[in-house]
Nanobody
Framework: QVQLVESGGGLVQAGDSLALSCGASGRTFDNYGVGWFRQAPGKEREFVAALSWNGYSTRYVDSVQGRCTISKNNANDTVYLRMNTLKPEGTAVYYC????????????????WGQGTQVTVSA
């Protein structure tokens, strides 16, 4: 069974850094773009960052531009989202997802999702 598993969430203070991980079981990330999304209580799931299938291009939502980095380690087939200078509005469940094609900011285009990891940023 193909699964994505996120980890690395937790409770942090505003201004702290956090690195989320996304691993795949039953499949590799080869030939798949990867996106990170987040969903806060009562809000829609929103795009955070994405990495193209070949690792050559990235996209970020404006609110995290300059504070987040998405990357992939091919050796352990893990995709990371490094977040710096976290803000309370970043509190949400963070999900990784894969897409067979050009990465997009639209959640519905992604076909495989992890279960999410909670990130809570206290003021």
């Amino acid at each position: 069974q193909v699964q994505l598993v996120e980890s690395g969430g937790g409770l942090v203070q505003a201004g702290d850094s956090l690195a989320l991980s996304c691993g795949a079981s039953g499949r590799t990330f080869d030939n798949y773009g990867v996106g990170w999304f987040r969903q806060a209580p009562g809000k829609e799931r929103e795009f955070v960052a994405a990495l193209s299938w070949n690792g050559y291009s990235t996209r970020y939502v404006d609110s995290v531009q300059g504070r987040c980095t998405i990357s992939k380690n091919n050796a352990n087939d893990t995709v990371y989202l490094r977040m710096n200078t976290l803000k309370p509005e970043g509190t949400a469940v963070y999900y990784c997802a894969t897409i067979a094609g050009i990465v997009t900011t639209t959640p519905a285009r992604y076909t495989l999702w992890g279960q999410g990891t909670q990130v809570t940023v206290s003021a």
